[in-house]
């Protein structure tokens, strides 16, 4: 595996790449970004990762510099999944100067669920993939349904700006137990960590009572953020949303998505299923 640091380097390296995947990352990674880059592979014929910590998608409240970043340990689980090249480039590489451009994705889109709690972020994010889709130039791109808003944006931006690139979308990898897999899973404690897979088992109960005709979700929702609560839980939303734009169902016949954050202890919690 080549590891890049600057632009001209991996833009040199995509010339001979033929079809190309990209798989962005912001490091400290899991066995969920093993299988997307497993996954990667079948669409291309280079895989090409990146790993930067975006600090324009990172609010005054959120610590940018606390941010684990985990390079060799990265690199080694990348190498490994058969990554061809990866783009690791500094600050400075990806902003040589304060960004004053930026992508700004439709306000009804990004001021609900997790942009409700990081103003901002869905903006510094979606600048940044833009920026890493105009370096890379991919002929497809690989997300994971985990971060439910994050690919919705995602996907939106890419029709409307009608970029030339796939948005492929990899299914959550769960524990055993349900519990999805995330890089802060690592922040809780063993007490919380017994406890963390009754998020998915709310979304679960909710979906399946969706997928059984029910259609009293709100009732349902406050069932479900009240069960969270009694377990200690501080719930910021848990709701059934259509998937293409996460607004409220209008239509029988919509596709939903339950969508769930909650705090547990420390440490905040996201998780979704779709219907």
Do not use: C
Request: hydrophobic residues 45%; negative net charge.
């Amino acid at each position: 595996m080549q590891v890049h640091t600057h632009i001209a380097s991996l833009r040199a390296a995509r010339v001979q790449a033929g079809r190309v995947a990209l798989v962005p990352t912001m490091g400290n990674l899991h066995d969920g970004h093993v299988a997307l880059m497993l996954e990667a592979a079948k669409h291309a014929d280079t895989v090409i990762a990146s790993i930067f910590v975006n600090r324009l998608q990172f609010g005054p409240a959120e610590d940018f510099d606390k941010y684990p970043r985990t390079f060799e340990a990265d690199r080694e689980k990348l190498a490994t999944a058969g990554v061809a090249h990866l783009f690791a480039p500094d600050e400075a590489t990806v902003y040589p100067q304060p960004q004053r451009y930026y992508v700004d994705p439709a306000s009804g889109q990004t001021d609900i669920l997790e942009g409700a709690s990081r103003p901002g972020h869905f903006r510094g994010m979606a600048t940044l993939v833009l920026k890493l889709f105009n370096i890379v130039a991919p002929d497809v791109a690989l997300f994971g349904k985990k971060d439910y808003q994050q690919l919705m944006v995602l996907k939106n931006m890419v029709r409307e700006l009608a970029l030339p690139i796939a948005i492929v979308a990899q299914d959550t990898i769960r524990a055993a137990d349900g519990l999805a897999l995330s890089s802060r899973n690592g922040y809780l404690s063993a007490t919380e960590r017994a406890e963390a897979p009754r998020l998915y088992q709310q979304l679960t109960a909710l979906a399946n009572a969706v997928r059984n005709g029910a259609s009293n979700h709100a009732e349902l929702e406050a069932v479900a953020l009240a069960e969270l609560a009694h377990h200690g839980w501080q719930p910021d939303y848990l709701t059934v949303r259509r998937r293409t734009d996460l607004q409220p169902p209008q239509q029988p016949d919509e596709a939903l998505v339950v969508l769930a954050a909650a705090r547990l202890g420390a440490t905040r919690l996201i998780d979704n299923i779709e219907i």
